[in-house]
Nanobody
Framework: QVQLVESGGGLVQPGGSLRLSCAASGSIFSILTMRWYRQAPGKEHTLVADITVGGSTDYADSVKGRFTISRDNAKNTMYLQMNSLKPEDTAVYYC???????????????WGQGTQVTVSS
């Protein structure tokens, strides 16, 4: 059974920083693309950033230059460094990953439970 567990959320003042982590555990053969999504109150899930197994990254325009996605393949862990946070970054942040549990299986889509980030003075 595969689990994704996020951590690192919390309350921060505008202009502050937070670092989110997403740790994958369980029976894992390989983790392909990993992603961070967020959902603000009353709004849809939106893609924040993604990172391939080779380290290529992509970001939503709203976070470019402020957020940095990274991963440690040896630890099956992904990170999101968030700097210069704004009130509009307030949301529940979810990690998502395409994971193969054996060499013979197709990658499946897994989600974490989410972690709340609140940016407020």
């Amino acid at each position: 059974q595969v689990q994704l567990v996020e951590s690192g959320g919390g309350l921060v003042q505008p202009g502050g920083s937070l670092r989110l982590s997403c740790a994958a555990s369980g029976s894992i053969f390989s983790i392909l693309t990993m992603r961070w999504y967020r959902q603000a109150p009353g709004k849809e899930h939106t893609l924040v950033a993604d990172i391939t197994v080779g380290g290529s990254t992509d970001y939503a325009d709203s976070v470019k230059g402020r957020f940095t996605i990274s991963r440690d393949n040896a630890k099956n862990t992904m990170y999101l460094q968030m700097n210069s946070l704004k009130p509009e970054d307030t949301a529940v942040y979810y990690c998502n990953a395409d994971i193969q549990i054996t060499k013979a299986t197709v990658p499946l889509d897994y989600w974490g439970q989410g972690t709340q980030v609140t940016v407020s003075s």
